[in-house]
């Protein structure tokens, strides 16, 4: 087995047609680079898992069946990829997220080294910060939300890799989850842009933190708006595509602003 791998999520609460949506746009960009292809399929019932094989039967995959039979969300089922795999590259793509620009993965892997994680998009936004009051008579429960958050999150400007699709080594991936459960989705929500998050635990660590672009440029965090990735200008050097980036595209320019503005300031 090749030692990138590239894992595609699909939990039972995706539509049929996001598998689809990923297989055509996989097929379709080639990735530039020898890997092996992971699909993890989660929660699903066997009837379902053998009417998507059926679906799938010209793509070249490794099955991955998540024992787990809760809903610990993306983080929990990349926890256990990555333990079977530690020595891997991974690029973790959750079930909404497909490549939109050939030569994705060699793109990617040209930046990739010892104490590296790579994005596809990153933001500084934070949920603290982008709290508002939305019925006057809800000020009590904003409140609530706003003092636990206020431990829990930066304000802006906040940095973070977006946790949609991200490519890290497999062992490194370990070490931050090991000791963390994901019980709902605000678990997760920490993990991606909390205080501990994922990019923050490994700046700590002093590791590289790059977003990487469909012109092969790496960006450090002071620039990863000028990646034209997520949510400034069209975003038209994204390499992957998922929900929130072609939700931004689908706005008005008064409100691509807008999302811009909140995203990064």
Known sequence: MNKVLVCYLFTDFDNTESILNFKKNYKKYKSGLKHSLLICFKLLEKKRIFLLKEKLKNLDYIEFIDPENSNDYDFGSYKRVAKKYPHHK???LNSHSYPIKKNWLKKLLLHFKKDTIIGTSASYESLLTSLNIKKIYKFFSFFYKFIKYKRRFKPFPNPHLRTSSFLIKGSDFNYFVKSRKFLNKEDA?????????????????????????????????????????????????????????????????????????????
């Not at 050097?237 to 998922?242: F, G, H, Y």
């Open 90 to 92: 991974i690029l973790f």
């Open 189 to 265: 929500w920490l993990a991606e842009s909390g205080f501990s998050s994922l990019t923050n635990f490994f700046k700590k660590k002093k590791f590289n933190i790059y977003v990487v672009n469909s012109d092969g440029f790496k960006f450090s965090e002071s620039n990863w708006k000028l990646s034209e990735t997520y949510n400034y200008l069209d975003q038209s050097k994204s390499l992957i595509s998922d929900k929130h980036t072609r939700k931004y595209l689908k706005l008005s320019n008064k409100d691509r602003k807008k999302m811009s503005r909140i995203s990064w300031g």
